[in-house]
Structures are given as C-alpha cells and as structure tokens.
C-alpha cells in the first residue's frame, strides 16, 4: 500500500500545546508582606539620606527684577539702556563651597515648541555660509545678511552680566568668577562649532554674516576679555543654546572656586553689580542664586520626603496585608 | 503591442461583453480550426484554463494594495494626520518623522499581503503548468500539453487517477458501457465514487472515439456555480440529444476505476464549476472587535477633548502677556498672529501630537495576536481527529475570540450530534417486524465498550494525568477506524485486525455487517425454492413479498459497486503517472473477479431443492405475522436446521465495496447482502443482483427517478429478466410513501390484507421512530407494458425539455409512483457520537445554551435528545404542534403562564463564602423545562409574530428542540436569537440544510464528517467531532477571548497612560505642543520597546490551565459576561493610566523642578519610568511566566536601554529640535536618575499590585479561585474541583452522573405535557406508561432487542 500518507497530525511538542513550563504566581497578602516590608523599610533608609543631604546645601536667591520701589534694580526696569544696579547681601557664616552661581528666570517658557526649534544646528556646527534653516524665521536675514547665530534662542539670549564684590574693610574685593566648562561638555567639543578663522581672526570667519537684532555685539565678540570664549562656544552662549525645560528655570552662570573662595564664601557683606540689560518685568522675574550642589545636584527635599512617605506607606501596607492574611487565609493554601 | 492585437483584444472584451448577455452558450470543435490565428478561432471569446487567484500583479501591487488598506479607517485617520503634519502653520514635529509610524503599518500590511498573493502565485503557477492530454489534428492523436494551453472547444483526454483539467463533456470512456467514475473529493469533500456516463447517443457506442468527426454544435448554460446542476444539449446536423450533470466531468476531480475518458471542455478556467465555487476566506467582525472600535471612538473624543483643552490653553497662556515676551516667535513674516487664531492653530498641533492615543499599532498586534492564537488552535493534537487525520481547520481568521464569548449553540441532529454512520436495526415486512436481535446483541457489545470510554471521560478524576488517560482511548480509536477492506473475518468482529486505511467512508464492518435476525433467515431459507420459483414467474403474493423487499433494497439506490480487492488511492497531483502501473494492476484484478463469478454461477447451477415445504407456506406466514412474537420453533426442527447448513450467502460479497451518496443507503445494501441479495453491479443501464441461490440477475434498468427532497422518496424502473414485467420500486419516507399506497385489492380480501399491513408498518414505524430510528418505507408497482411506453414517451420528452425540465421531470416521476404496494419498512440507526452527552453537560454547565434544529421527525429528535442527555427525565417538556395561529398563540400564552407559575429566576450567584466552606444552599428546586416545537408551528409563530413569545418561553426551558425545520427556518431561529437576544451564537452542522444556519450565527462551526464539504465551506471553524467543540470553547475559547480581551484594554492603558505625559507637559509649556521625549523615542516606544510582550502575552498567556477549564466548565461564564473587557473596566483602567501617567510625569517634575535641567534630560527618565510602569503592568497582569515570557520582557528592557544609549551616543543633530546627544549617558551616569526612576515605578504600580493582592487574598472571583487550584498538585487539584462541583452544582446537575438506567424505572409523574391540536398518534404513544414507551437511552438501548410487540 502507498497510503503512507503524510499525516496531519500537529507535533506534540511542549510549546505548541501550550504546555511549557510556567511559573503561575498568585499574589496574595502572605507572598507580599515581606516585600512591602522590605521595601518601605529600603525607602525610609533612602529617604532620611536624601533628606539630610538635601538639608546639607545652601541656597542664597535673590531677586532683581525690580518691579517694587524698594527692590534692587528698581531703577533700571524702565529704562531701555544699559543700566547698572547693585544688590547687596550679607553672610552670617562661611558659605561652604564650590559655590555655583546661577541666575534664574520664572516664567520664562524657553520650551514653548517654535521657540525651542527655531535654531540651526548646522550654522551651529559652524557652517555659517548657507542660508538658515527656515525653522530661525524671522531671525534668518537682517539687512539681506545671513543672521548668525540664527533664530529666536539666540536673538532673545540673556544679556545681564555680573560682578561679585567682597565688602572687606568697605573696599570692594572682587570675587573671582569662573566662567569655564559651565556649558556641557558635548555642547562645547561636539556639538556646536566656530566656523574656521581666516587668517587667525574669527571675525573675518563671520564675514557676510550679521548680529541677531536684539545683540549688542557680535557673536565674534561676547567676551573681549577672553579671544577663546567667542563665536558659538561662548560658554554663556552654550547654556542659554540649552534650553531649560520648565517655565521656572536657573542656569549656571559662574563657578567660585578661586583664590580665597576655594572654599566658599566667607562670612561678610558683599555686593553683586548688575549690569541690567534683559526685560523680563513684563512677564517674568530673574534672580541670582547662590548654592553649594552635592551629589544629588542643587537643594531638593522633594525626593526625600517622598520617599519617606512612600515607606511608611509600605510598611503600613504590610500591617494591612498582615490582618488580612490572618483573616482571610484559608490553611493550607499557600504552597 | 501591435496595433492589430489591441484591436482584437478589445473586441475580445466587448465579445465577452456581448456573451453575458446572451443565457446560453454556444460551441463547436476547435479542431478544424488548429493553427488559425486567435482571431478565427470560434470559440475565442471564452476565457482559456489558465487561472489567476492573485489579486496583484508586480505594477498594480503598491497602488492596489494601499487603496484597499486605506478601507481601513485607522489607517485613514493616520494617514491624514501624517498629512497634517505638513501643513507648515500647525506641524508638531518634523513633517517627515510624522509619516514613520504610518508608513511601518502599511508596509507590515503589504509584506503579509504580498507574501500572501505569493504564494497564491506560485500555486496557480503549479496548476497552470500541470501536464493533460489534448488532441491535435495535425498528429491525429492526443499529445501532452499544459493546464494552462486546454481552451473552450479542445478535445482532452483523462487517464485513471489523473486530476480533470476543465469541465468536460464526457464523449468517450474506455468502459464498454460508456460509464466513468470520478471521485469529487477535491470539491466537495464527498470521498465516494461517482458515475458519469457520455452522452448518449451522438455517435455509435461500439465505433471507436474520433474527435475530428464531431461537427456537433453544443449549446449549454452560461458558467455558474452550482456543483449539481448542468443541461444542455448537442445540436446534430439532424436531432437534439440532451444532457445533463451526469455527462459532466468536473474540474479537480480525479478519475477512478475506468482507464481513460475523453470530452469536449465546455468550460475552462475561471469559468470552471470549481473555480466559481472557491471563495477565499470569510472574513467577519468579532464582537470585541465591534466593541473596541466603539473605545476607539472614545478615545477619538478623549482626544478632541485633551486638544481643546490644549488650544484654549494656549489662549489663556497668551492673553497672560501684557506684552509679547521674547520666547514666543512671530511667524516668519515677522508679523504676530492673534490669539484665538494661534489657539485655533494649536488645536490641530496637538491633535499630531496626541495622536498616539489613538493605539495605531493595536490593529496589527490584534492580527499578529490572531494569527499566534489560530496557530495553536489547530496544533492542539486534542482537537486532531486520527480516523479523517484532520485538525481543527480555522477558517475565519479573526474571530478566534468570539468563541470564548458563545451564548446559544444551535446544533443540526444527523451527522453532528449522531455520528451519521448508518447501522441496519430492524425491519418489518408484510406487517411483520423482525427485531434483529442478534445485531442488536452485536452492537451492544460495541456500545458497551464505547460508553465505558465515555465513563472514563465522566470520572477523570480517578486518572489524574492526561497520559495514563490516553492509550486506553486510542485503542477504541483504532477499533473503530477499521474498515471493510480488510475484510479479513467479516463476521467477527472482535478478531479484527487494526488496519491503518481509514479512508472509505461507511465501511467500518460495524456499519456494513448486519447479522440477520434468525427468524426472518428460516422463513427466507424455506422459501428458497419458492424464490427459485419468483426468478421464473411474477409473483406480488406472500413469500415473494419478501424477495420484493430485499431485491428493492438492493436495487433501489444509487450505490456504486467498487472492488474491495482495489484500494483507492489518493494521488496527489505531484504524483500524477499517466497509465502506470497501477492500471495494469486493475485490468488484472478485473479478470480475477471475472473468474471467480463464474466459477460460482456454475457452481450454484445445481439448486438443492426443498419444495416439498413449498406448500404450507402462504397461511402460516399469515398467522404468524400476526402472532408476531409467536414461537419459530413450531416449525419443523428438521428443516430449521436443515436450512441452517444450507444457508450461505451466493456469490461471494467480500470482494465487493458499496459507496454511496447518503449513508442510509449503504446502509439499506449492506443489510440485503446479509440476507443474500447482493447488488453486484450496476451500470446505467442495468444492475446485477446475486440471489441467495447464488444465481445471477441482470436487471435492465429503463429509469431511476433520482431522491428529490419534494418528493421525499426515489424509484427506479427496471425489466425482470425473466418475466420481462416492469416493476417500480419505491423507497421513502413514511409520511410520502403511506399516502401513495393503493389499498384496493382485488377482491375484499386482498384489500383487507393489504390495509391491515398498512397500519401494522405504520405501528410499526411509530415505534422505530420511537426507537430513535430513521425509517424508510419500500413498496413497488408492476406497470404494464403499455402504460410503461406511455408514460417513457412523456419523460423522454421531459428529458429534452432544457427550459423547466426540472419541473417537468418532477411531474413525471409523481405520475408514476401512485398506486403503490406497499412491501415493508426498514429502521435505521443514528449512532451518538462519541463523548456528546458529557459534551453537552459541559457546555450546559458552562451557561450555554444548546439547541437542536433537525429536519427529522419529532420522534426521533427528542429520543436522541434524551439519549444525548439534552433533555433528562425530570425535565417538563413542552411540545408546541399546531396549525393555525390563534391556537398557536393561547398555546404560547398558556404555556408561557405555566412556566412562569414555575420560575423562580434560578441564578446561581458566585459567592466567596463557597471558598471559605460553607456551600451555598441550592436555590432551584422548581423543575425544568424542555420545548420541543415543530417546525409548521415554528412558521405559525413567525408569521402571526409571536416571537417574543416564543423566546420568553424559550429563556425559561432548559433546552430546546426544533423539529421537521427546514434550512431557511434554521437561519431564521438563528438569526432571531441574535437579534432579539443579543447574544453570541454559534450554529453547527455538518450537510448542506445547515449552510444557512452556519453562515447567519456569529460563529458557524462545520463538522467535516460524512456529509460533503458545504458546511465546511461555509464555516468558520471546521472541526470532525462534536465533542471538540468542549474543548474548543471551553478552553481555546476562554483562553482566546481573555487574552484577547485583556490586550485590547492594555493597549487602551498604554497608549492613554504614555501620551498623558505628553499632555502633563503642555501645563508647563504653554501648550504649545512641545514633546520633551525625542520623537525617534517616542516612535520607537510604541513599535519596538513595548509592542511584543502585549503581543506574545495575548498570543500566550494561560490564566487557568486546559484541565482545570474543562474540569470547571463553569469558568466559561467569564467570558460570555464579557468580564475582562467591559465598559467599567475601559474605565477603571483609563483611571489608572492617567494616574499612573500623573506619577510618572510628576514626580520627575517635583524633583527637577528649579534647576538648570533641559527639556530631553528632563523627558529622559520619563520615559524610562513610563517604560518600566508599562511592562511591570504588563507583568503584574501576566498569569504564567513562561520563558519565553521572561526573554520577551528582559529583551524588550534591554532593547530600550541599547537603543537609547545608541541613539544619544550616535545621534548629533539628527532630529533637529531635540537634542538627544550624550543625554541618556549623562542621565545613567546621574544617581538621581535611578533614585527618580524606582520611585515612580512603585509609586504608579503600587495601587494595581495592591488591588491584586487583595483579589488574589479575597479570592472573590471563581478565576482566581481556579488559579489556586491550578497551583494545586494534579490529584488534590481533581478533588477540589469536585468539591466545588459539589457546592455549585444545581439539583439537575448531578442527575446527569446518576446512572440512567435508574431514572428511567420511575416515571411515576407524566412529565410530558403533549400540546398538540392534532393530537395525533405519535403523542398518545408519549403519553401511554407502557414498559416499552420509555424514553431510549443508552442503558435502555442494550436491552431493546428484549422488547415484544
């Protein structure tokens, strides 16, 4: 007989009868009670950490903005000139360092989406001869010349500037500010780019191309003092070029890690000349801010009450789960 | 393209325009034409054989497979919000990133599609180039070609066992009496052989076949789909000849038992019967599917909402600046637009941002989850039939979990419920029954091995592993697969051999050997001489009565007589061998059976006389047909024995085979050759009966009136060789037949006899039916010669006839059979299917309700019905039989207030208290109810539209059952349940009556069994036993439509809870549609991080094991209430994922608040925290953790982590607004990431993982309480689920493990109430406590043959 016909018989294997080995875990309240303990336990640990380290940093703010008749800078929110002011505060006791100096702007929405995108990351990378990207419009052409750094980051980049005195013996000793690698370290090296100098002058690399309307000086020439710090890896530049994600935001301006300040401020009055150029009255504040960072970066005690709660929350689930296991656990059940 | 080809083929098209309109079509010989140009060609406008199923060829696959995508609304709405995206003004992200997600859908869609039309392609291609003979003028002789070259109008020869190329009109057979077998299996299912025979009569039988001198024209029908149904004829030069499906040779069947045959093709290609039959699969809407699109709906407005929200914001936002401040931008003509209009515009921004709500990729996971789910469905070797070796075939593709959702099943009796293989029990001839005691003792034996299998099944319990179970069942398994051919010892059938051919249909030597009743055997033998005597001169009297019945029982059928010494073999198309050897083989066997008949004709030459017996016959048969159970041993002891040594069958019948269209047949053949009449042969025109002498007759068969379900009975006309009278035999139902009966004899005698025979068959027949039997009534009719020319003068004209000749057919066959006289009655078993009692109660205790629609009588049904335990004793049955409708409907109305008196809402209630002990009292006591109505009644109540009526009872009664329904009443109370009900149906058959009720439910089951393929066809899942439908719903059902149902609701969860954070952002952004995720990111997050393990859990998950759902059929409940996806639940989870996504979006926000962070570092742990709440709320919903499982979760974290690290790590300014350089970097090498990070996670999921545990504590649910049973041991596992059995179990279910036998000794109370008008017969025998009228079970079935009438 030929009929050895191939048969359709399935294959009787482990997988394709849905037979393989399973582990079938019932939660119930005898399983958890250990790892609700565990956990809440582990978070009450991790929580009293955090809450201590975060009671550890100090935080100096001040505001500046001026609305108010008696606030620092008051003079300066009307006028559209530069304008100096001055804010004075004093320390108690040694500020611990390295102290981190931000300035801080609240409701300021540097998110909001044709902002954050109006940018051109490849006039950026130093290729400032093509025209920009359309995303920079209107910041693309001023006087029928290519806009460089192009867009709306740029043009409405933050332009107040800083001097920190130490009133010692009522002589202004001044703080020693330092401005480098504030910005990423990726931001400085890899992404953003000068164009290439002709002749050892950048100016000349930033041939054919204008200033954004809002900037006073030229890209080629934010920081005079040092040639390096200029173009697109202007530190100041770079951070603001990072755009803050949330509406109340502070960015680093300078480090205190110099000369006498290694290790902090010391107790004493000091003053902070302004030099008031941004607007934010209309909408917004700006402060200063001091503060030490540990490794939990700036003061938060967020994270450290939550976790707080959240384990005596654990361990409280743990008592709950312990009656109704008592109460509702039939024996011989949990194997 | 030559300019002249064009022209032709546009006229070719407008020809075949033209030619549908005509209705016939016209054809001649392509041979005269060989070589000429297409354009000469006569038959040049009807498509050629070769076929093209594809849908796409290589230029048209993109366009067309895109537009037919685009039908898909989903895929619309994606598309035009891609679109959308490129409007400039309201664009959230870069226009060409938007189109990603979109364009990854619809290409996994065209590759599925394209792999799909492939492999259509290379199968038509295959069939295309498939080798036939055609014949070619020019070498005047048949020459090899391809499929694909046979046109309209070729001549095409056709080897044995090769596969028929086109429709062809058979012109030539090499059989001598111009007949072919072919066998239709490919087609319909139907493994039976069937005759076809040339046409008559266009050329000279004995000249050899020429092709080249055929110059007829033929004239047929246009193409059309119907299998049974061609006419037409051939116009000679001078006459008309007719002809008709029986000269048909279809394409895809294959030629069997006849070396070769020759045609005309009359129809090729697509034109082809077959090919018009083929429809691709079925595609139908589940009822999840229905309701998730509503959610989807939802979700669309959720969607609208969350935009509004968001452009009002955004005009909020804006009209909080006195003045513009510097971050928010002019358009690029430097100009600054309103507001309100930027508000307008956001709405459309955050629509493209949002749009992930909409889970775009959740219609393809269903598919894929489909697709996963029908894989292991058919591999279940549960659901693999070893005696058809066929799996469950699923060919509805995307309803797999509407079986966990099935509400009424709706089940045909014959052939699903029964296992539709026809056993001979009785017989009454003259008046008289003979029990056939020794065959009942014979089958009960079988039985009895049967149930005890099906006992094991009952208490499983007692063999705890599925493995011990198994070999015990196998061995029945292969004890019934046996089959004839073998035939090794016929008679005994417990010494059989297992044999591995199982393919014949009907022939297992249960069915075919009938051991004949001892007491019909003695009066045949002592009338032996007297049949010596009937050979020679027509007799209608006594004895030869009962030669008359077997003679029209071997006659009166269509059987086709095949030689058992000749297997069939099916050749599969790759093996096709023109004339191998195996036709050398047949010609061989052929001559051997030659021989060995005529040596016996000789042998059997020499009759050994008993006439002296002769005398005293007539009166004594007499007496003793009416004594009935009168003692045989009256007769001389001298002859009893004497006859009993004589006694041997004629001509040897073990060489011989019967395969007929409809079992009962066989069945009617198989029991005349016991007695000695054996059909030998049959040919068209005559068929050869060996008589018990073993002398042969050769009847010449002048008609056969084919079975008409009408007329309800057949006949064939045939000449007795010896006396040349013209006799009819008649064989039908009782109904039909009774009426037809000419009781005026002769003389007052005669006639008194005759009408006392009459109404003894008629008890008779009552009490078979009774019996559960199907009954058929033989009578017969002598015509004389004159009336037979008449009335051939009239059918032959019928027959020409091609316009009504159906009807006129009709005519001619109820003209003849009048007057009939009346021979006797057979019964015939309908043996259950295995295991379909503990079917049933499964599916009863899983809530299901079961109906039985059947087109057979009453009687018959509902002892089936008490047999297959659809109905047990306690049960109060209402029968609903009446004829006009104001009966009908105070009928319904007392019944319904009778019922009511009773109903006390049984509603057994899950209730934790059974966990902790106490066992829940049992609440109905009441009785139940069982409906059986009638099929007139049943179109009583649709048209007085009493529907409601009869549904409100029908809710009440614990079963159902409709009687003498035709097809169109079958899909109408179908259709009725689901509409006016609203519930899942699912419908079962296994013929062609149930095609309509199969096609209207929600779910339509074909069983492939006996009965050809059409309700397989028009099914969506095919299964060979009814008992598979436990399994397949109580367990692939369940496990589909949960894994299914908790999917969709995860995907719900996933989609809402992820681009909620989006939304979150938006308060800090001035809703200006900024996405703090990187858009890659969040692209990739829905199509690779978490598209798999929702996928592999609903493809995988098993939340209770097979043997605790089939063991708690109960469980099933969860399903039918739609308990894992309801609108409740859409809503408590949509809860949960804007909670969870408030989580993960603020406890990010909270502790990064005030500090230099910028918008991707903050999205960063977002999403990884998003991330890990989805997939550990994924893991906390998984029941089994597999390994697979385990990989497909670990894989998918790892997958983000190494796409993330390689993203930022590679990506410097890719995707220009974001900025997603060394970020996650700087973020992993961050402590704060993690301590963020693990607290969101546990913070999100802690509120479900609680809710959990305290479910899983309380165990309030039956599932979770199955899931601790799951847990159990195998053993103690079996005793609690008896234990709980126990305690839910309502009064009637333990009934159903009580012994029958038991129940049946007290019928103390008449629990029949029997509302028939007509009040007729069958019901006084309901009513009547007679020993004998107990309802037929299985206990009962043993004893029967015990029964004295």
């Given at each position: ?335 | ?411 045909d009796k014959t052939?699903?419920l029964t ?314 139902a009782d109904t ?26 008629q008890?008779?027949l009552d009490l078979y039916a009774k019996d559960g039997l199907r009954t ?51 019964g015939?078993?309908d ?20 109906w039985v629609l059947t087109g057979d009588k009453k009687e018959t049904a509902v002892n089936i019905a008490y047999s297959c335990?659809l109905l047990?004793?306690?049960d109060?049955v209402f029968t609903l039989n009446t004829n ?7 009928i ?38 069982g409906l059986v109505i009638e099929g007139r009644t049943l179109s009583m109540v ?15 009664c614990?079963s159902v059952l409709c009687c003498r329904v035709t097809?169109?009443q079958k899909?109408?109370v ?338 029949i109430y029997s509302i028939s008008v007509e009040g007729e017969t069958p019901d006084m025998y309901w009513d009547s406590?007679?020993?004998?009228e107990?309802p037929f ?13």
């Amino acid at each position: 007989m030929k009929t050895q016909e191939t048969t359709s018989r399935p294959d009787n294997t482990a997988f394709t009868q849905q037979r393989l080995p399973a582990w079938q875990p019932v939660l119930s309240a005898g399983i958890v009670i250990p790892g609700f303990l565990f956990i809440g336990l582990a978070f009450i640990g991790i929580g009293i950490g955090l809450f201590i380290t975060s009671q550890s940093i100090q935080v100096l703010e001040r505001d500046y903005t001026g609305t108010g008749s008696s606030s620092a800078c008051s003079n300066c929110v009307s006028s559209n000139i530069s304008c100096f002011c001055q804010l004075n505060f004093s320390l108690s006791a040694l500020f611990p360092g390295p102290v981190f100096f931000y300035y801080g702007l609240s409701n300021y929405y540097q998110n909001v989406r044709k902002y954050g995108v109006s940018r051109d990351d490849e006039q950026l990378w130093g290729d400032v001869s093509k025209s920009p990207c359309s995303t920079c419009g209107p910041y693309q052409y001023s006087q029928n010349m290519t806009i460089a750094p192009c867009g709306a980051i740029a043009n409405s980049m933050f332009n107040d500037s800083f001097t920190l005195y130490q009133l010692v013996n009522m002589t202004k000793k001044t703080v020693p500010l330092d401005g480098k690698g504030i910005a990423w370290w990726t931001d400085y090296s890899i992404k953003f780019r000068n164009p290439t100098e002709v002749y050892g002058s950048l100016a000349a690399a930033f041939n054919g191309t204008v200033k954004p309307v809002n900037w006073a000086k030229p890209v080629y020439d934010l920081d005079p003092s040092n040639p390096a710090n200029n173009g697109f890896l202007n530190q100041d530049f770079l951070v603001w070029m990072r755009t803050a994600a949330l509406p109340d935001f502070w960015k680093l301006y300078r480090r205190i890690n110099a000369g006498d300040y290694v290790s902090g401020l010391p107790a004493g009055n000091y003053t902070l000349e302004i030099q008031y150029n941004y607007p934010v009255a209309d909408f917004g504040r700006k402060s200063v801010i001091f503060t030490n960072v540990a490794w939990m970066g700036a003061r938060n005690s967020f994270l450290g009450i939550a976790y707080l709660v959240m384990g005596f929350l654990c361990v409280v689930m743990s008592m709950v789960m312990l009656i109704v296991y008592a109460k509702f656990n039939t024996p011989g059940e949990d194997s | 393209m030559h300019p002249m080809e064009v022209w032709n083929h546009i006229r070719q098209v407008w020809r075949r325009k033209t030619d549908k309109e005509n209705t016939v079509r016209r054809l001649v010989s392509n041979l005269p034409f060989e070589d000429f140009q297409r354009k000469y060609q006569p038959n040049r406008q009807y498509v050629d054989n070769s076929i093209k199923t594809t849908k796409y060829t290589v230029w048209s696959f993109i366009p067309m497979n895109l537009f037919e995508q685009f039908h898909r609304f989903a895929n619309v709405y994606f598309v035009s919000i891609a679109v959308l995206n490129f409007v400039p003004i309201v664009n959230a992200f870069e226009p060409g990133v938007a189109l990603i997600p979109i364009c990854v859908i619809l290409a996994l869609t065209a590759i599925k599609d394209a792999w799909e039309d492939f492999r259509r392609y290379q199968a038509d291609k295959q069939l295309n180039n498939m080798p036939c003979f055609i014949y070619s003028r020019k070498e005047k002789k048949f020459v090899s070609k391809c499929w694909k070259d046979v046109r309209v109008g070729d001549f095409v020869k056709v080897l044995c066992n090769e596969v028929i190329p086109a429709d062809i009109l058979l012109l030539h057979t090499s059989d001598p009496n111009g007949v072919c077998f072919i066998e239709t299996a490919n087609l319909d299912g139907e493994t039976n052989l069937k005759q076809r025979q040339i046409v008559r009569g266009f050329a000279a039988p004995s000249s050899s076949f020429e092709p080249e001198h055929f110059d007829s024209i033929i004239y047929c029908e246009k193409p059309n789909d119907k299998l049974n149904h061609f006419k037409g004829y051939l116009d000679k030069a001078d006459k008309k000849i007719g002809f008709g499906k029986d000269n048909l040779l279809l394409r895809g069947c294959t030629v069997r038992n006849t070396d070769e045959a020759a045609g005309i093709v009359v129809y090729a290609g697509h034109d082809t019967k077959a090919m018009l039959n083929n429809n691709g699969p079925r595609y139908k809407r589940s009822k999840l599917e229905r309701k998730m699109n509503m959610d989807v709906l939802l979700c669309v407005a959720l969607l609208f909402f969350m935009c509004f929200i968001g452009g009002l914001g955004h005009f909020i936002w804006l009209k909080t600046f006195p003045s513009i401040p510097p971050f928010v931008p002019p358009d690029s003509n430097n100009k600054y637009i309103s507001d309100s209009l930027s508000g307008f515009y956001m709405f459309f921004t955050m629509i493209i941002l949002l749009q992930v709500l909409i889970p775009i990729s959740l219609y393809v996971s269903i598919e894929l989850m489909k697709v996963g789910q029908i894989f292991f469905i058919t591999n279940d070797t549960d659901l693999y039939d070893k005696e058809t070796n066929k799996q469950v075939q699923c060919r509805a593709l995307n309803i797999t979990e509407d079986l966990g959702q099935i509400k009424y099943i709706f089940s045909d009796k014959t052939g699903t419920l029964t296992e539709n293989k026809m056993v001979f029990r009785r017989c009454t001839i003259m008046g008289t029954e003979y029990c056939h005691k020794e065959n009942a003792l014979r089958l009960g034996v079988q039985c009895e091995a049967v149930s005890d299998d099906e006992d094991t099944v009952f208490q499983k319990s007692k063999v705890p592993s599925r493995l011990q179970h198994r070999p015990k069942r196998d061995i029945t398994c292969l004890r019934r697969s046996q089959s004839t051919r073998s035939y090794s010892t016929a008679r005994r059938f417990v010494e059989m051999a297992p044999s591995t051919n199982n393919e014949v249909a009907f022939s297992s030597p249960l069915e075919t050997d009938v051991a004949p009743d001892k007491r019909l055997l003695h009066i045949m033998c002592e009338e032996k001489s007297e049949i010596q005597q009937w050979c020679r001169v027509s007799h209608s009297q006594g004895a030869a009565s009962y030669m008359d019945f077997f003679l029209a029982l071997a006659i009166c059928n269509t059987v086709v007589v095949s030689t058992a010494m000749l297997p069939r073999q099916r050749v599969h198309s790759s093996t096709l061998k023109p004339g191998g050897r195996l036709q050398s083989l047949l010609r061989k066997m052929g001559s051997l059976g030659h021989k060995i008949s005529s040596r016996q004709s000789v042998s059997e030459s020499s009759p050994k006389s008993s006439s002296f017996l002769k005398k005293v016959k007539e009166e004594e048969v007499e007496e003793y047909s009416d004594s009935g159970s009168g003692n045989p041993s009256r007769r001389g002891s001298e002859s009893s024995h004497q006859s009993e040594q004589e006694w041997s069958p004629g001509p040897d019948p073990d060489g011989l085979c019967y395969e007929a269209e409809s079992p009962d047949e066989a069945a009617l053949v198989y029991a005349a050759k016991a007695y000695g009449f054996s059909l030998l042969a049959r040919a068209p025109d005559h068929v050869t009966v060996g008589l018990p002498q073993g002398t042969m007759l050769k009847f010449e068969v002048l008609d056969t009136l084919a079975f008409d379900s009408t007329r309800k009975r057949m006949s064939v006309v045939v000449r007795h060789p010896i006396t040349n009278a013209i006799i009819i035999y008649t064989k039908g139902a009782d109904t039909t037949i009774m009426e037809l009966l000419n009781n005026q004899g002769e003389n007052q005698e005669e006639e008194k006899k005759r009408k006392k025979i009459a109404s003894k068959t008629q008890r008779h027949l009552d009490l078979y039916a009774k019996d559960g039997l199907r009954t058929l009534c033989i009578a017969k009719k002598v015509l004389s010669e004159e009336a037979y020319e008449d009335w051939a003068s009239v059918r032959r004209e019928a027959e020409s006839a091609i316009d009504n000749r159906d009807e006129l057919l009709m005519e001619t066959a109820v003209h003849l059979e009048t007057n009939l006289t009346l021979l006797g009655a057979t019964g015939i078993e309908d043996r259950l299917q295995d295991d379909v009692p503990g079917t049933i109660a499964a599916l009863r205790e899983a809530g299901i309700q079961v109906w039985v629609l059947t087109g057979d009588k009453k009687e018959t049904a509902v002892n089936i019905a008490y047999s297959c335990r659809l109905l047990s004793q306690g049960d109060v049955v209402f029968t609903l039989n009446t004829n006009s409708r104001e009966e009908c409907e105070s009928i319904l109305d007392c019944t319904l207030e009778e019922v009511r008196r009773y109903a006390t809402a049984p509603q057994t209630r899950w209730s934790f208290l059974s966990i902790v002990g106490v066992a829940t009292p049992a609440e109905n006591t009441g009785p139940t109810f069982g409906l059986v109505i009638e099929g007139r009644t049943l179109s009583m109540v649709f048209e007085a539209h009493l529907e409601m009526k009869l549904l409100e009872l029908a809710r009440h009664c614990h079963s159902v059952l409709c009687c003498r329904v035709t097809p169109l009443q079958k899909s109408t109370v179908v259709k009725l349940v689901r509409d006016k009900l609203k519930v899942m149906t699912l419908a079962i058959g296994d013929g062609a009556n149930d095609v309509n009720m199969i096609q209207t439910a929600d779910i339509g089951i074909g069983i492939s069994g006996q009965e050809g393929m059409q309700a397989v066809m028009a099914s969506d899942f095919a299964i060979s036993h009814f008992k598979h439908l436990k399994k397949l719903l109580l367990v692939h059902g369940h496990w589909c439509y949960s894994r299914l149902a908790s999917m969709v609701v995860y995907f719900f969860y996933k989609n809402v809870m992820y681009v909620n954070l989006l939304f979150w952002y938006q308060f800090f952004c001035g809703f200006s549609g900024t996405a703090m995720i990187d858009y890659w990111l969040l692209i990739f997050f829905n199509l690779f991080f978490t598209s798999t393990p929702p996928i592999m859990f609903g493809i995988m998950d098993k939340d209770i094991s097979a043997e605790t759902l089939l063991g708690l059929p109960e469980l099933y409940k969860m399903g039918q209430n739609s308990e894992y996806y309801k609108r409740a639940g859409f809503w408590t989870v949509m809860l949960d994922a804007f909670y969870q996504s408030l989580v993960c979006f603020f406890i990010p926000y909270w502790t990064y608040q005030d500090s230099d962070i910028d918008i991707f570092t903050f999205g960063t742990p977002m999403n990884t925290v998003s991330l890990f709440a989805i997939l550990l709320h994924l893991a906390i919903e998984i029941k089994s953790w597999t390994v697979v499982h385990l990989g497909i979760m670990v894989g998918s974290i790892l997958l983000f982590f190494i796409m993330c690290l390689a993203y930022s790590a590679l990506c410097i300014d890719c995707n220009p607004p974001s900025n997603p350089y060394w970020i996650m970097e700087e973020q992993m090498s961050d402590p704060m990431f993690y301590l963020v990070c693990i607290l969101s996670i546990i913070v999100a999921l802690l509120p479900r993982y609680t809710i959990r545990v305290l479910k899983g504590t309380l165990a309030l649910s039956p599932l979770v309480q199955a899931r601790k049973l799951d847990k159990l041991p195998p053993v103690d596992r079996e005793q609690q689920i008896k234990k709980w059995k126990s305690q839910q179990s309502r009064p009637e279910a333990p009934a159903n493990l009580v012994s029958p036998v038991d129940s049946v000794s007290s019928p103390s109370e008449p629990n029949i109430y029997s509302i028939s008008v007509e009040g007729e017969t069958p019901d006084m025998y309901w009513d009547s406590k007679d020993e004998t009228e107990k309802p037929f079970t299985p206990g009962h079935r043993r004893s029967i043959s015990t029964m004295t009438i």
